[in-house]
């Protein structure tokens, strides 16, 4: 049997809906002929053993179309079949009128039932519903011809016949108004839907922009916290590191090797806050709004970034191969912040994997007028179904309450507006490297 054409959406929504109607109706449909065996008992119990196998066998047809109505097709075949169960009972009843007493069988109201029933009930189109209402009035009109007395009671044949069509048309224009009805119904559910799908893109776009701004208020705060500390942290430790080199000169400590080794340690500790003081001036000194593209020596962020992220590195070995001329035009608080982002996803992919040598390698390399930089590890990778995703605002694949996962989208953005692309290559289980590039000055 050839495969009917793919469905349009509308029509998709609606087979649905006839399916969900079509079995509830077969199952209905099945019962109420079972049921009849009561009335066959009734008013023609002489025809009882006669009328009961054709009940049994519609209820067993009906059956079978049920379960084809749940198999994968059913779908598919969904029309067909609904129109199918439901002509079964109306050629039953029609039999029944000529295997009992013709124009005077009472059967004739059961014609009228399943009419009213398919018009106001099941979805069908209106073409299906007249077609329906005159398949079942020619049943009604050959069972009384065929029937031995045939039409003797003639008023009576055109008085039933002018009630059965009287109900098919009834249940046409119910059917024509039913199917209008739910058209507007699936149109607006698809235009509520097209509307939604609006809307999560703009929240989409919304929640980018928080995260930029997220991260620019971080900064911000950095830059206001940096910006207080400085003169409060830099007077007492360049009393410190002179009160450490001093002590250092004295004959006493040439002579106690324990007070030499522990004024040296304490004069590398005081060196270290002064390193991370002085990279915290690079925020601290970032005025508000200022983006434009300026002169800096990326090694000079590399390695603050480094010292920066050195509590998430304790342990790894990070090896940095770079050129000699590492100038570059760009925000230069902007890309330690995108450096930092990478060495922390870095260290975090490296801890997952458990490796016995820990590595990070950064190479900054010129690429035509531009430097390109990459920072790879040997950690855990990234699963090939969440590479389209690294870069979405708010994913991360860390516990929850461990990151936002906006580092990277915020990292994207930020590579972006220097004019170059943020990107990433892994191996699930072995590697992953980003990269991205900047501007370098023109020559003069």
Same mark, same amino acid.
């Given at each position: 049997?050839k ?7 509308y029509?998709?929504e ?19 002929v079972?049921?009849g065996?009561g009335?066959d ?16 066998l519609?209820? $067993? ?6 379960w ?14 609904t ?26 109201v059961?014609?009228?039932?399943a ?13 299906e ?19 031995p ?9 055109? $008085? ?5 069509l009287?109900s ?20 607006l559910q698809?235009q ?16 980018e ?7 620019r ?18 007077n ?11 002590g250092?000169?004295?004959p ?7 007070l030499?080794?522990?004024l ?5 500790g ?5 390193n ?20 800096f ?7 603050s ?6 509590h998430e ?45 820990p590595?990070?390698?950064v190479r ?14 040997? $950690? ?26 906006? $580092? ?20 699930p289980?072995?590697?992953?490297e ?5 501007p ?5």
């Amino acid at each position: 049997m050839k495969n009917p054409p793919p469905l349009s959406p509308y029509h998709l929504e609606l087979s649905e809906f006839r399916l969900a109607y079509s079995k509830a109706g077969s199952i209905v449909s099945i019962v109420l002929v079972l049921m009849g065996l009561g009335l066959d008992y009734t008013l023609y119990r002489d025809a009882f053993t006669t009328l009961a196998p054709a009940r049994f066998l519609v209820a $067993g047809l009906t059956l079978v179309i049920l379960w084809m109505l749940h198999s994968p097709r059913g779908l598919r075949w969904v029309r067909p079949l609904t129109l199918l169960w439901l002509a079964l009972p109306q050629i039953m009843i029609a039999w029944m009128i000529w295997a009992t007493d013709g124009v005077g069988s009472i059967y004739f109201v059961g014609l009228h039932l399943a009419l009213y029933a398919t018009g106001i009930i099941l979805p069908i189109a209106f073409l299906e519903s007249l077609t329906f209402g005159l398949f079942t009035y020619a049943l009604y009109a050959i069972a009384c011809y065929l029937h031995p007395d045939g039409l003797q009671a003639f008023s009576q044949f055109a $008085g039933i016949s002018l009630f059965i069509l009287f109900s098919a048309t009834i249940s046409s224009f119910c059917t024509y108004f039913n199917e209008r009805g739910r058209y507007n119904m699936f149109a607006l559910q698809r235009q509520v839907s097209e509307q939604n799908a609006s809307l999560k893109e703009i929240n989409a776009t919304l929640s980018e922009v928080k995260g930029q701004l997220l991260q620019r208020e971080k900064m911000a705060a950095i830059g206001t916290l940096s910006a207080g500390l400085l003169h409060e942290l830099n007077n007492p430790v360049n009393y410190s590191l002179m009160a450490i080199n001093m002590g250092l000169t004295s004959p006493a400590t040439e002579s106690d090797a324990m007070l030499k080794e522990s004024l040296v340690d304490a004069r590398e500790g005081m060196q270290r806050i002064q390193n991370i003081v002085t990279d915290l001036k690079t925020f601290a000194y970032q005025k508000p709004g200022q983006e434009g593209l300026r002169l800096f020596l990326l090694e000079n962020a590399v390695r603050s970034a480094l010292r920066l992220a050195g509590h998430e590195l304790k342990g790894i070995e990070v090896e940095v191969d770079m050129p000699q001329d590492t100038h570059v035009m760009g925000d230069e608080p902007a890309i330690i912040g995108v450096l930092i982002n990478l060495f922390s996803n870095a260290a975090h992919a490296i801890q997952a994997a458990q490796r016995d040598k820990p590595r990070i390698e950064v190479r900054l390399a010129p690429c035509a007028q531009r430097l390109c930089v990459s920072v790879r590890d040997n $950690g855990m990778g990234i699963a090939p179904e969440n590479m389209e995703r690294v870069f979405e605002p708010f994913f991360t694949t860390r516990d929850v309450g461990a990151g936002l996962g906006l $580092g990277l989208s915020v990292s994207y953005g930020i590579v972006q507006r220097h004019g170059g692309t943020l990107a990433v290559e892994s191996e699930p289980g072995s590697w992953t490297e980003f990269t991205f590039d900047l501007p370098r000055p023109s020559p003069s």
